[in-house]
Each structure stands twice: as C-alpha cells, then as structure tokens.
C-alpha cells in the first residue's frame, strides 16, 4: 500500500475514515452517514478543525486533557525518554527509572493505604485489573464463593469484557451479552430524579440501604466487592450528596467486602482536590485511574492497590511462583515520563489551583443558568458538572429520544464554537481543562446559552415547553 499523500484534503480524510476506521460508541451506519470531524491542532483551550474553525473545547477532549493541549514541557519529557529509552518491560524483574519514580508519587499522594500500582494503557484495563485482583484476593484469602460484584445504575466503568458488565448502561451490554450473572447493580443516588432528592441524608441512606439489601439477597460470603465512581461521568455527570462517599465506605467494611472507587474521570484535579475521594477522607482497597494522570497527551491509566490486598496476596503463595496478571506496555517510561511532567504541572505549574479559582466561575454560571426554561437541573463539583434539560420544571418530564436533543444539541454547540458532551438523555456535561481563563469559562457558557436558545426556537420544542 502506498504510503499517504501529505496532500490530502479533508474530503479524502473523510472518506478513508468513513470506509476504514472504526470509532468508539458509535453506531456504524449513523457514522457513515455523519462522517468525521477532523480536528487538526490544539493549544490551551482551542481546538482548530481541518476546514479552519476554531472551537473551544469544554470537555478537555474526552474528560482528560485536564492540562490543555499544547503543553511543551509534556513534549520535551515524551521526546527526551524516547531519546533515552522509548521502552522497558516490567516482566523478568526489569522496570524504569520514570516508572519508579511515577509509582512513588503516586502513591504518596494517593489515600492513605494505597501503597501499590499497577500502571495500565487507560482506564478500562484499570478497571479489569482491578476485577482480576479482587478475585484473586479472596482466593488467596481461603473465601473463594466470594465472587459477586455490585455497581450503580448510571454507572460507567470501561468496555473491557469484565468492566463492561459493571457499567450500567444499555449501549454496552446490547449484543455483548452483557451484564454477567455474578455482576450487580444498585439504584444510583441520582438526585435530581430521586424521590427523596432535596434531602441529602435520605439519598446517602437509600444508597446504604440498596446495598445492604443486594448483599443479604446474594450473601455476604458470596459477595467480593463493591464499584462506584465519586461522581458518575458517563451516566450524565450524576453528583452525589457529600458524605455520600464515605458512608458507602463505612458499609463495605461493615459487610466485608471490597470497594474499588472508580476515579478514571474525578482523578487528577477534575473536582478540586487531586483525588476526590481526599475530600471525604476515604481510602478505599481499590482505585482506579487514568485520563488526567498524563492529560491524554498518552495512553495510561493505574489501579491502586491498598496494602492489605497485596500482602494477602503476596503471602498466599510461593516466592518462586509468578501472579498471572502483566501487560506489554505496562508502566511504559515514556508513558511514565509525561505523567512525572503532568504531575509537575498540576502542582508546579499552578493548575490545581487555577483550577479551583476557575471552579468557582464555573459554579456561578451554573446557577444563573439554572433560570434557562429548558434547564431542569445543574449538579457540579469542581470543573465537572452538566445541565439536565426538560420541558416541563415542575414535573421534570423527559424529553422523548425521538427528539434526539442529544444530536441536535452536539451540531447547535459546534456551530457556537464550542464542544461539550451532549449526552442522549438530554444532558449538557462539561470537564473544562485546569488552565481554562476566567475569560474562557465566560465564553463557554455565553456560547452553551446561545445554543439552548436556538434549540428553545426550534417549533416542535417551544410547543413543548411548559
């Protein structure tokens, strides 16, 4: 085959792309028809596409260039590694300098008691390394019928063949033959659509309580872990009452069964601190990682592991004998080497904090909007958050999926010049980068404004608006 054409023009792009490549959650003939958006550059918040436009991109590509695009210190410390030693299996007792010290970091940074990783190329094979784990625990713990996984309705934990079947939601189980029988889920503490919503303690309750009642249905002795995410990404940015975290970790040490949090989206500065389960004092025996620990600028992802796990784990068997589990590419020094960097900017290079000074714009918007007649609801934390649209305030009816708001919505917002995640329910999410302006967050939300009053104007929903 011959090599490409430093020529071709988008058109070509285009069509090599619609009969060649496969895209992620999409449906294949709605791809065909919709072709792709080729993006061509980024620096800081902006996007430029091949036909010139500039878009500013509110959602940090997919939740994860938490740092903005175009950050060169990121490049030089890829190019230097490259330079020195693009690659280093961690197999045969072999590791690298930047893993080493990336591990070290990490963990003293993570919770308390999270001592160990496991670095992996995203978060899905965090996820599942984290399924492969747990089981291996409570084998190697003499309590092998403990094999049943709960989650949360809404929930999002990769497409991995295991972590698909603990997240929740259709797209991912349709033809996949999807959720297993020993995987598991509770009702999500969704509180714009819990009958108890306006009243944070019910909600953290009816949390407890679901999970209380699905381990006494399956038994606590067959039941080996439960999954969350401090703030559910995928499912619609669902936020969860404070405290709610931590009382979901005082119940699984109470039922005796692992928590794995999930904080692939929340880790990394995303709510404020650099994880979000700092802001409950929780340390769960599982955590998982990814999107923010290298900004996207390379695949990587890492499951922590906490201490106790691992010396059951260690203990359980010979010295000599190997624990199945590794992967090429894990704790990649290149990988490693641009996480060291994202890891200096964030702390360094005043990006938390920016971030928690840009949060706090983010917040005010997010309430002066709440006045939009199609807003339902606003839910956010730090620079995660989204907006819920309905037709009617009062009875928080949902808009019908033949309207397809999501669709018309994702061409509304692009034609503004602006991305943000618009979700098939109806649901605005937005995961601006740590370095976005006070400026920029103004800019994002006049140009989200202009697009829902576009969508208000369109005949067919003004007539249902109450």
């Known amino acids: 085959?011959?090599?490409?054409?430093?020529?071709?023009?988008?058109?070509?792009?285009?069509?090599?792309?619609?009969?060649?490549?496969?895209?992620?959650?999409?449906?294949?003939?709605?791809?065909?028809?919709?072709?792709?958006?080729?993006?061509?550059?980024?620096?800081?918040?902006?996007?430029?596409?091949?036909?010139?436009?500039?878009?500013?991109?509110?959602?940090?590509?997919?939740?994860?260039?938490?740092?903005?695009?175009?950050?060169?210190?990121?490049?030089?410390?890829a190019a230097a590694q490259m330079r020195k030693l693009p690659y280093a299996t961690g197999y045969f007792h072999f590791a690298s300098e930047p893993a080493i010290r990336l591990a070290g970091e990490l963990t003293a940074a993570a919770p308390s008691g999270l001592d160990h990783v496991f670095f992996t190329q995203g978060g899905s094979d965090a996820v599942d390394s984290a399924i492969r784990y747990i089981v291996h625990y409570w084998n190697a713990a003499g309590k092998p019928s403990k094999k049943h996984f709960i989650a949360l309705e809404w929930g999002y934990h990769g497409s991995s063949s295991l972590g698909a079947g603990l997240t929740a939601l259709g797209n991912f189980h349709r033809n996949f033959d999807l959720p297993r029988p020993w995987q598991h889920h509770i009702a999500s503490p969704y509180p714009y659509r819990h009958p108890q919503g306006d009243d944070d303690a019910a909600v953290i309750a009816s949390t407890v309580a679901a999970l209380e009642a699905k381990v006494a249905e399956l038994g606590a002795d067959n039941v080996a872990a439960f999954c969350c995410e401090p703030i559910q990404g995928?499912?619609?940015?669902?936020?969860?009452?404070?405290?709610?975290?931590?009382?979901?970790?005082?119940a699984c040490t109470r039922l005796g069964i692992l928590m794995l949090v999930d904080e692939v989206i929340t880790g990394f500065g995303r709510t404020g601190p650099l994880f979000a389960c700092e802001e409950e004092g929780v340390s769960p025996d599982f955590m998982t990682t990814a999107k923010g620990l290298t900004a996207g600028y390379i695949p990587m992802g890492a499951m922590f592991m906490a201490d106790h796990v691992y010396q059951t784990i260690a203990d359980a068997a010979p010295?000599?004998?190997?624990?199945?589990?590794?992967?090429?590419?894990?704790?990649?020094p290149v990988a490693a080497a641009v996480g060291l960097e994202v890891l200096r900017l964030y702390r360094e290079g005043g990006l938390l904090e920016n971030g928690r000074k840009t949060g706090e714009r983010f917040a005010w918007h997010m309430e002066r909007i709440r006045a939009h007649p199609l807003v339902g609801d606003v839910r956010y934390r730090g620079l995660l958050g989204a907006i819920e649209l309905t037709p009617?305030?009062?009875?928080?009816?949902?808009?019908?999926?033949?309207?397809?708001?999501?669709?018309?919505?994702?061409?509304?917002?692009?034609?503004?010049?602006?991305i943000v995640r618009c979700f098939g329910n109806a649901v605005l999410g937005f995961a601006p980068a740590l370095c976005c302006t006070l400026e920029e967050m103004d800019m994002i939300f006049e140009r989200v404004e202009r697009s829902l009053d576009q969508l208000l104007d369109q005949p067919d929903i003004r007539a249902l608006v109450v």
């Open 234 to 250: 995928s499912g619609g940015v669902i936020v969860p009452p404070r405290g709610w975290l931590k009382a979901l970790r005082e």
């Open 392 to 418: 009617d305030k009062a009875t928080k009816a949902i808009f019908d999926a033949s309207l397809d708001i999501g669709g018309r919505l994702s061409k509304l917002t692009y034609a503004n010049g602006v």
């Open 319 to 332: 010295a000599a004998l190997p624990i199945g589990h590794g992967q090429t590419y894990s704790g990649h």
């Open 1 to 77: 085959m011959n090599a490409l054409s430093p020529t071709l023009t988008n058109r070509s792009l285009v069509d090599i792309d619609r009969d060649h490549l496969i895209h992620s959650v999409t449906s294949f003939r709605g791809h065909e028809q919709h072709g792709a958006i080729v993006l061509e550059s980024g620096d800081g918040m902006w996007l430029t596409d091949a036909e010139g436009n500039r878009i500013l991109d509110a959602f940090a590509g997919l939740w994860c260039v938490n740092v903005g695009y175009g950050q060169e210190s990121i490049v030089e410390a």
